[in-house]
Every structure is written in C-alpha cells, then in structure tokens.
T-cell receptor, first 110, second 117 residues
C-alpha cells in the first residue's frame, strides 16, 4: 500500500497559468515532508522541507503548504523552465530514509 | 563547489558479472544513501549508512552490497544475484539525522544508468 500518493501524474500548463500539485500521505509519526524537482537524466534537487501542519514555504514561483494529511505545491505564473518532475517524500520518526511518491510530471508551454 | 559525484554516468553489465557504482561526496555529510529509480515508480531505498563502517539494508537490498570505509565514499555493487538490474541509480547524502538533527534534507548526485548487455 502506497504511503505517499502524488496527483496528478502529469500536468500540462500554459505559461502564466497557475496550478497546484498534490501529495497525500497515509503515515503516522511524520518527521518531515520534502519536495524535490527532478530534470530528465538528473538527480532530484531539494526544494523544501515542511515539518508541521500549517507551515508554508516559498521560493520564487513555488509555494509549499502542509496539512495533517497532504501537502500542496502551488506554482504561480509558471514559466517553461519550471517544466520538470516534482517529487514528494516523507520521513518518519521511526527511520531516516525517505519514502517517495511517484512524482508529477509538469510541462509548461510558451 | 561541494556536491555528490556519481560515476560512471552509464554502465553496462553482462550476465553473471558484478559491477560497482561509485559515489563520492565532499559535503562532510555523515549519512549516505542509495536509491533505485524505475520508470513510473518512486525512488526505492537500497542501502543507507549513518556513519563510517556501518550500514543498513533498505527496502530492496537483495542482490546489492555496499561498503563505507571512508566518510566521503559509499560504493554500491550490483551483484549477479540481482536479476533485474536495469534502472537509474541515485546516491544521496545528508547531515546525520540523529542527535536531534532530524529533517535534514538529502542531496542527490546525478545518477548512474545501468543496463544489461
């Protein structure tokens, strides 16, 4: 049973068309939730860590939020260079490894 | 610049052959990790190490082996016992999550793509 589920699997946006990616989790004892960006043929690049419900973090056009059951990655006025796969991962208090979702593949067209 | 270096970028394995993937970091991180990424699947943990000379199995350790003789190096060997080795392998490192430093983000290298000949 998947502990981390990301939706949608793929998303196509026009440049400037804002949207949100979802990461829902069914774990208890959440130590932290992590967002990464992955470009084709590259390793994931760290974006944000969220620790507790209600927390928000921002970086340029990206804003990540966390509730008790899910996290959202909001993309405001995206540009073509935001095209990538966005990965969500959770870390539990019971361990140190990350449990990853399958990712959302984002394509932003001019 | 500090970072994680994985080599080679591409690797081909013959039947019955063991191959070793290299991972070196100069971030002075205590913890290191190996993940496997397959199309349409999330990253899956193979092995991790929190300190030199110590490592633990992850979710899919069968057919793999590791060593941690130096803080900056964590090589992964894909043995002939791994029947489906074709995948993208990612190495990561982080500050130690122990000692109240939980939530340390893991930083990744750019991967090695392994294929069967």
């Amino acid at each position: 049973e998947d502990q981390v589920t990301q939706s949608p699997e793929a998303l196509r946006l026009q440049e400037g068309e804002s949207s949100s990616l979802n990461c829902s989790y069914t774990v208890s004892g959440l130590r932290g939730l992590f967002w990464y960006r992955q470009d084709p043929g590259k390793g994931p690049e760290f974006l944000f860590t969220l620790y507790s419900a209600g927390e928000e973090k921002e970086k340029e056009r990206l804003k990540a939020t966390l509730t008790k059951k899910e996290s959202f990655l909001h993309i405001t006025a995206p540009k073509p260079e935001d095209s990538a796969t966005y990965l969500c991962a959770v870390q539990l208090f019971s361990g140190y490894a990350l449990n990853f979702g399958k990712g959302t593949s984002l394509l932003v067209t001019p | 610049d500090g970072g994680i270096t994985q080599s080679p970028k591409y690797l081909f394995r013959k039947e019955g052959q063991n191959v070793t993937l290299s991972c070196e970091q100069n971030l002075n991180h205590d913890a290191m990790y190996w993940y496997r990424q397959d199309p349409g699947q999330g990253l899956r943990l193979i092995y991790y190490s929190q300190i030199v000379n110590d490592f633990q199995k992850g979710d899919i350790a069968e057919g793999y082996s590791v060593s941690r003789e130096k803080k900056e190096s964590f090589p992964l060997t894909v043995t002939s016992a791994q029947k489906n080795p074709t995948a993208f392998y990612l190495c990561a490192s982080s500050r130690s999550p122990a000692g109240g430093l939980g939530n340390q983000p893991q930083h990744f290298g750019d991967g090695t793509r392994l294929s069967i000949l």
